[in-house]
């Protein structure tokens, strides 16, 4: 005899479900082999999204949504453990894809892509952003925007290229300018709010985490920033910094603007690693953090270690703002 103990049930496809204590309805659903969409399993990239036809929805499985969608009964799968009987359905994709056509498809470096999309109808988001993008009904990954929407007329997103990853693969090597994508809506609250135009910014990432960042640096100039932004892009070898020049360029073009690469790993005699670990470099940097607001992009173990760092160091936790790339052990991954 088992020793879990049922809470409540689902009705899914016309069966019930049952479901014990503490699981999700993205987890019983896939032990029940259904194909759920899902990626990061953390409620962050929103791809597990469902509907709830009748029945109370837990406040947590909502966290993050468009008020629209939670109206409509909209629900993240993976955050949902309800404690009464709920009726569910496969979200309406009418409701949550929108079309997008590939304008731009360059390489950046040996493997990260910058694909450029054009929405087909109004798109509403905020630079630092993510979306998602389906291959199929069942396969999304989420990327982040570096684009900005008062400056440009297109979503960019930076893909790196990961072994055996179907989504990265697909998107690098058959996707084509002309061709269209679907596309979800923008989500994350990693963005830049106007405040106090003289505040102190920090910004570090690692990998294509430096694109939201991009985003936002950009975002802050246009909307008039004057404090100095210090802007940190963290790789493991030199050909990682896969924006390096376009970095230095708007360095000499902005005053307020500070770029700074740290390498991990040193490529050959003439290309040397930096000395400091990321976490002492950003204290060095932000000599007294309790003035300063931060941006942390990338990795999740490296921007969980960073956001303890400053934190720890006096950071007020509502003055750092950050985007762990969550990614469930199956998908592809970004950093």
């Known amino acids: 005899m088992s020793g879990h103990k049922v809470m409540t049930h689902i009705?899914?496809?016309?069966?019930q479900i049952e479901l014990e204590e503490g699981q999700s309805v993205l987890s019983v659903l896939l032990d029940n082999n259904y194909e759920i969409p899902n990626s990061c399993q953390a409620g962050v990239c929103q791809s597990c999204m469902m509907q709830a036809v009748e029945g109370e929805i837990p406040a947590a499985a909502q966290a993050g949504l468009k008020d629209t969608l939670r109206a409509q009964g909209y629900f993240l799968a993976c955050s949902c453990q309800p404690t009464s009987p709920l009726r569910v359905m496969a979200a309406n994709d009418m409701d949550l894809q929108s079309p997008a056509t590939v304008v731009g498809h360059t390489l950046l470096s040996d493997d990260v892509l910058r694909l450029r999309l054009k929405p087909?109808?109004?798109?509403?988001y905020r630079a630092g952003q993510f979306i998602n993008i389906w291959k199929t009904a069942k396969l999304a990954r989420s990327y982040s925007l570096a684009s900005v929407a008062q400056l440009d007329d297109f979503l960019e997103l930076h893909i790196r290229r990961i072994p055996s990853g179907e989504l990265s693969s697909w998107l690098h090597d058959e996707i084509k300018i002309g061709d269209e994508l679907k596309i979800q809506s923008a989500s994350g609250d990693c963005f830049y709010v106007p405040g106090d135009v003289e505040q102190k910014l920090l910004l570090a990432g690692t990998g294509t985490g430096l694109a939201p960042l991009i985003g936002i640096v950009r975002d802050a100039i246009a909307q008039g920033h004057k404090g100095e932004i210090h802007l940190i892009h963290g790789v493991r070898r030199h050909q990682d910094l896969y924006l390096h020049q376009t970095l230095l360029d708007m360095a000499e073009k902005y005053s307020q603007l500070r770029y700074y690469s740290n390498v991990l790993e040193a490529d050959n005699d003439s290309q040397q690693k930096t000395n400091r670990p990321l976490e002492q470099q950003i204290l060095d940097i932000a000599v007294?953090?309790?003035?300063?607001k931060a941006y942390l992009c990338g990795d999740a173990a490296i921007v969980n270690t960073l956001k303890k760092t400053l934190f720890m160091s006096g950071m007020a936790m509502?003055?750092?703002y950050s985007d762990p790339f969550l990614i469930?052990?199956?998908a592809d991954t970004d950093v």
């Open 120 to 124: 087909q109808s109004d798109f509403v």
């Open 288 to 292: 007294e953090p309790a003035q300063w």
């Open 11 to 15: 009705i899914f496809e016309g069966k």
């Open 328 to 330: 469930s052990a199956a």
């Open 318 to 320: 509502g003055s750092i």
